[in-house]
C-alpha cells in the first residue's frame, strides 16, 4: 500500500512539474510576442504587411472640399467635388493607403467659396494677380520625407495658387515627386509645366496619374497600380 501510494505521489509530481513547465514556456512566448509587437509598432512597421511607415513618404494635396466653407443650400449633384471627400482628397486617401505615407492636406486661411462659379472667379482673379494665398500651416520635419507624393485639380488649365504657396513654403528640393491630378476637359494643361519651374531642384517623375473629376471615385484600383508601379 505504502509503495502505492509513493508511486501516486511520483505521478503527481511529474505532472506538476511537466504543466508549470508548459505554463512558464507558454508565458516566456507570450511576452516575447508582446516584445515583438512593440518592437514593431516603433519601428514603423506592421506584421501582415512589413509595409513602412515610418514617415519617409508624404502624400500632400490640395482638395476644393478642404478649402470651402459649405453653403446651406449648395448642391451635391452639381457641385460633387466640394462634398467631402472631394475628388484630391479621395485620390489622395488612396494614395497615402498604398504607400502607409503621412497625409497633408494644403488649406487656406481665406477659405474658398462652395459654388462652383464663384469660386472659379476667385480662382481667374488669384491667377491673374499671380497670387499666393496664406496657407494654415506648413509640413513639420520635412527632412524626414524623401518622397512626395503631390496632388491637385487643374483649375484655370493650371493649378490652383494655393498650391504655389506650399511649394514656396515647403522646399522639396532633392527629393522625388510623384503628381497625381483630377481635371475636367482641360486634362493636364499646363500644370505640370507649372510645378516643375516651381521646384528646379525636385526630381518630378513623368509618370503621372490623372482622371477626369466624374471618374474619381472610381479611380481606386486605378491609382493604386499607379502607386505600385512608382514603387518599382
Same mark, same amino acid.
Given at each position: ?35 515583438? &509587437?512593440?518592437? &514593431? ?35 451635391? #449633384? ?69 518622397? #512626395? ?39 493636364? &494643361? ?43
Amino acid at each position: 500500500m505504502k509503495r502505492f501510494l509513493l508511486s501516486l505521489l511520483s505521478l503527481v509530481f511529474v505532472f506538476s512539474f511537466t504543466g508549470c513547465s508548459n505554463s512558464n514556456e507558454k508565458s516566456t512566448q507570450s511576452e516575447s510576442a508582446r516584445k515583438t &509587437a512593440e518592437e &514593431a509598432a516603433s519601428s514603423g512597421t506592421t506584421a501582415d504587411s512589413g509595409r513602412q511607415t515610418n514617415g519617409r513618404v508624404l502624400v500632400a494635396y490640395f482638395s476644393w472640399a478642404d478649402n470651402a466653407v459649405l453653403d446651406e443650400d449648395v448642391d451635391a #449633384v452639381t457641385s460633387p467635388s466640394v462634398i467631402a471627400p472631394g475628388n484630391v482628397q479621395e485620390l489622395a486617401g488612396w494614395v497615402q493607403e498604398e504607400t502607409g505615407g503621412d497625409l497633408f492636406s494644403i488649406r487656406v486661411k481665406d477659405p474658398y467659396p462652395s459654388d462652383w462659379d464663384d469660386c472659379l472667379e476667385r480662382a481667374n482673379e488669384e491667377r491673374g494677380d499671380d497670387a499666393r494665398p496664406e496657407l494654415e500651416e506648413s509640413v513639420e520635419n520635412l527632412d524626414d520625407y524623401d518622397m #512626395v507624393y503631390l496632388g491637385y485639380p487643374n483649375w484655370w488649365y493650371g493649378v490652383p495658387m494655393a498650391l504655389l504657396s506650399f511649394l514656396e513654403e515647403n522646399d522639396l528640393s532633392g527629393k522625388q515627386v510623384y503628381l497625381f491630378c483630377s481635371h475636367g476637359t482641360g486634362g493636364l &494643361a499646363n500644370s505640370v509645366e507649372i510645378i516643375t519651374d516651381a521646384l528646379p531642384d525636385a526630381e518630378i517623375s513623368d509618370n503621372i496619374f490623372d482622371c477626369y473629376e466624374e471618374d474619381a471615385s472610381s479611380s481606386e484600383n486605378d491609382i493604386k497600380e499607379w502607386v505600385s508601379r512608382t514603387n518599382q
